[in-house]
């Protein structure tokens, strides 16, 4: 993964050295014939100084949409976080995992509605690392309370950073048609306190 994030980034340093190369000659042209004395094609109607600002202020405004626009691509977290979990759908129920905390287990739904016999449990105002993949088809994590929708890919890890802002219990679904089971396999995530992880 690391070595795919290099290459990455190689790449996006290549072609911004391949597509500064035309901005650097304009700005160099007209910086030039701004400081020239004897312009001799200079008309009466045109200002080199104002032909400068409508082309800096343009360069500089798109410049900063990019640099954010690649900080909003890259989603990797501005603070340390410790709690990942690892959600893999499977045909027709969800499989999860907390590293560190407990172990691997399946959530199946039981014969209520929108129920299942061990939801995902997580602690409020902790950041989590969300990871989905999936075992056998495409299926799709979502929770629309807290807008996250990851689509699970077999042989691929999405993810998303988590961070549950209230408690409660909260259910999602799989908004992939993933089959004949498609409609039974219910995401319930359960917002509990700091220190109650264990109960």
Known sequence: MLLFNMLYLDLILYMIMLCSFIPVWVFFVLGWQVCSWNDSTVLRNESNLVELGWTIVPTAAVSILCF????CLGDEPYFGVSNIVKAVGCQWYWSYEIVGVEGNYDS???DFIDSVDKPLRLTQHSPHILLVTSSDVVHSFAL???NIKLDCIPGR???????PDRMGIFVGYCSELCGAGHAFMPIVVEVIKKGLQGC
């Open 157 to 163: 890890m999405n993810q998303t950073i988590f961070w």
């Open 68 to 71: 954010l626009n690649l900080l």
């Open 144 to 146: 629309p309370v807290f």
């Open 108 to 110: 199946v739904m039981t």
